[in-house]
T-cell receptor, first 109, second 115 residues
């Protein structure tokens, strides 16, 4: 069964304290892995798409990486405005879109 | 224009009411999606329209009825809902419905409360 698991569920960091969020997946053929950011009461905002193992993408303080089993979202020197829920989603060869349960990130000033 | 708009932002309805949610995009995307999201949970896919045809229906109860009048518009008709249907309803669109074009752009959502 296709599955996407994100960890940790919640993460509290001090401003400037770098860390990584994890997205582990088991799917019947990966066609794409997506990272989104969601603020409370709003729709998810697209961040990155990764297609193959070894691929990396960066945007400001965020960097996403992909292996055959998992993806990491690295946050370097985060600021309070980076506080949000980060969602990982996988598009499988069975044409299924599966979201992970998200990581709630909180950055303290 | 890289925006997906949804109306209304908030909706309160009784269990006997009929209402509709609306979604619009002008990015030329050919796939549109409805999701349901409960508090502190990930979005759950409900329906997918690809080239204005319903391509995925994730076993959603018949009290939810989607409609795609044209490639820019997507509606969700609601009838005889239950209190447990209260949630944030999200619309999304993507360039296509598969492969390299499945990056989805989401609207802000409609917060639905069923009394």
């Amino acid at each position: 069964e296709d599955q996407v698991t994100q960890s940790p569920e919640a993460l509290r960091l001090q401003e400037g304290e770098s860390s990584s969020l994890n997205c582990s997946y088991t799917v019947s053929g990966l066609r794409g892995l997506f990272w989104y950011r969601q603020d409370p009461g709003k729709g998810p905002e697209f961040l990155f798409t990764l297609y193959s193992a070894g691929e990396e993408k960066e945007k400001e303080r965020l960097k996403a990486t992909l292996t055959k089993k998992e993806s990491f979202l690295h946050i370097t020197a985060p600021k309070p405005e980076d506080s949000a829920t980060y969602l990982c989603a996988v598009y499988s060869s069975a044409s299924k879109i599966i979201f992970g349960s998200g990581t709630r990130l909180s950055i303290r000033p | 224009d890289t925006e997906v708009t949804q109306t209304p932002k908030h909706l309160v309805m009784g269990m006997t009411n009929k209402k509709s949610l609306k979604c619009e995009q002008h990015m030329g995307h050919r796939a549109m999606y409805w999701y349901k999201q409960k508090a502190k949970k990930p979005p759950e896919l409900m329906f997918v329209y690809s080239y204005e045809k319903l391509s995925i229906n994730e076993s959603v109860p018949s009290r939810f009825s989607p409609e795609c009048p044209n490639s820019s518009l997507l509606n969700l008709h609601l009838h005889a809902l239950q209190p447990e249907d209260s949630a944030l309803y999200l619309c999304a669109s993507s360039q296509g419905s598969g492969g390299a074009y499945n990056e989805q752009f989401f609207g802000p959502g409609t917060r639905l409360t069923v009394l």
